[in-house]
């Protein structure tokens, strides 16, 4: 099994007891949610300790259905 840290997240944020996983992709794809989603599960999982768990993708471009996918899957896209 490999340990969390072993991952490559680009920024994490605390603020209080909240953590926001922050993924920063240019052109980002379905990929990237899925990338986002599994290092907030395994946060949840193998850190704990936040009451709540943000996932953030920040990207320049947003493809084709990627806000809607990225909804359902309780991730929040910022483009910049």
Do not use: N
Not at 12 to 33: M, N, Q, T
């Amino acid at each position: 099994d490999r340990e969390l840290y072993l991952y490559k997240i680009d920024v994490v944020g605390l603020k209080g007891e909240r953590v926001d996983l922050i993924e920063i992709k240019p052109r980002a794809d379905f990929s990237a949610c899925g990338q986002i989603c599994a290092y907030r599960e395994l946060w949840k999982r193998d850190i704990g300790g936040a009451s709540e768990v943000l996932a953030l993708l920040v990207t320049d471009e947003i493809r084709h259905d990627m806000k809607y996918i990225c909804a359902g899957c309780y991730l929040i896209v910022v483009k910049v």
